[in-house]
C-alpha cells in the first residue's frame, strides 16, 4: 500500500518561508510524477507545482512561480516543497499528490493525480 505523508506546515508570517517535505513509503510504482497542490478555504483544490521522475522538468502555477522550488530525492522517496515571500494568501492545505499514470510529462490538473497524502496546514499571517 502506497502512502504519501507530509510535513513541514505551519505559521509564519508573510514574508517569511516554509519547507514542505512528502515522504512515499511502500512505494511500488516505478516511476511517476510528483506534485503538490493546495485548498483554501471555500475554494476549488489548487495545482502549485510539480516535477517529473527524473527532476529535470518543473511547472508551477503562476501565483507562485518565482517564490516556490519544487525539488526531489529519489533515493529517499521524497519531494519538497520550498516555499519563499509567503503571502496572505498562500494560506491553504497544502497536499503532496502522486501520478502513477506519468513520469515524464506533467499534468496541471489535480484530477490527473490519483495518490494523496493527508495534507499539511499552512497559514500565512499579516
Known amino acids: 500500500q502506497v502512502q504519501l505523508v507530509e510535513s513541514g506546515g505551519g505559521l509564519v508570517q508573510a514574508g517569511g518561508s516554509l519547507r514542505l517535505s512528502c515522504e512515499i513509503s511502500?512505494?511500488?510504482?516505478?516511476?511517476?510524477?510528483m506534485g503538490w497542490v493546495r485548498q483554501a478555504p471555500g475554494k476549488e483544490r489548487e495545482f502549485v507545482a510539480a516535477?517529473?521522475?527524473?527532476?529535470?522538468?518543473?511547472k508551477y502555477a503562476d501565483s507562485v512561480k518565482g517564490r516556490y522550488i519544487i525539488s526531489r530525492d529519489n533515493a529517499k522517496d521524497t519531494v519538497y516543497l520550498q516555499m519563499n515571500s509567503l503571502k496572505v494568501e498562500d494560506t491553504a492545505v497544502y497536499y503532496c499528490?502522486?501520478?502513477?499514470?506519468?513520469?515524464?510529462?506533467?499534468?496541471?490538473?489535480?484530477?490527473?493525480?490519483?495518490?494523496w497524502g493527508q495534507g499539511t496546514q499552512v497559514t500565512v499571517s499579516s
Open positions: 499528490a502522486l501520478d502513477s499514470a506519468r513520469w515524464l510529462v506533467i499534468s496541471r490538473s489535480p484530477r490527473e493525480y490519483n495518490l
Open positions: 511502500g512505494r511500488t510504482v516505478r516511476a511517476y510524477v
Open positions: 516535477i517529473n521522475h527524473l527532476g529535470n522538468t518543473e
